[in-house]
């Protein structure tokens, strides 16, 4: 597609639940990330892949979060035994490039709003 | 590790104000820079940006300029319309994309 697809859009889910989060990037972006907005907050950073390198998980706020990217594709982010602090909005990103220069700029998806109830 | 520091909102100006948001940086390499804007309801999208020193980024009558002596990169816009009304983000990427906090703009008629 022309975006970075995000999906669900909205996800209610009882508290103790696992929870799987989809991102489609750009295709042929190499950089993917997944970000985390709570209400009224600004982007808290979660984890970072490059082409075939080892992600950066250092973002992840507990080992209940991971994610894993796919033949290069399409990432999922899964949240197990969700708690009602992990409601925010997670957005996705891609970009072309990894690190400084010419086109390195980023492109966000919709977010999926995930409510914990 | 890499951090982006910006001025705390929410900036609230009357229409036609002139517009300054600070944004200073902190990092290891030679990153790129970059504004990007939340409108409400919206997804974030990118407003400008730059990726050498003395770059100057602009775009829909906002600038910021890189400046790498003082580590900065701040947002300026002569004049705001209501339209501006957003939260505004500032970024940098080497290896990953750091952003800072977030300033929410409230322009009003």
């Known amino acids: 597609g022309a975006g970075v697809s995000q999906s669900p859009s909205n996800k209610v889910t009882e508290k103790g639940k696992d929870v799987e989060l989809r991102c489609d990037p750009i295709s042929g972006h190499t950089a993917l990330y997944w970000y985390r907005q709570s209400l009224g907050q600004g982007l808290e950073f979660l984890i970072y892949f490059q082409g075939n390198s080892a992600p950066d998980k250092s973002g992840l706020p507990s080992d209940r979060f991971s994610a894993e990217r796919t033949g290069g594709s399409v990432s999922t982010l899964t949240i197990q035994r969700t708690q009602q602090e992990d409601s925010a909005v997670y957005l996705c990103a891609s970009s072309l490039a990894a690190a400084g220069g010419f086109g390195t700029e980023a492109f966000f998806g919709q977010g999926t709003r995930l409510t914990v109830v | 590790g890499d951090s982006v520091t910006q001025m705390e909102g929410p900036v609230t100006l009357s229409e036609e104000a002139f517009l300054t948001i600070n944004c200073t940086y902190t990092?290891?390499?030679?990153?790129?820079l970059f504004w990007y804007v939340q409108y409400p309801g919206e997804g974030l999208q990118l407003l400008l940006k730059a990726t050498k020193a003395d770059d100057k980024g602009s775009n829909k009558g906002f600038e910021a300029t890189y400046r790498k002596e003082t580590t900065s990169f701040h947002l300026e816009k002569g004049s705001v319309q209501v339209s501006d009304s957003a939260v505004y983000f500032c970024a940098l990427k080497w290896r990953a994309l750091t952003f800072g906090s977030g300033t929410r703009l409230q322009v009003q008629p």
């Open positions: 990092a290891t390499g030679y990153p790129s």
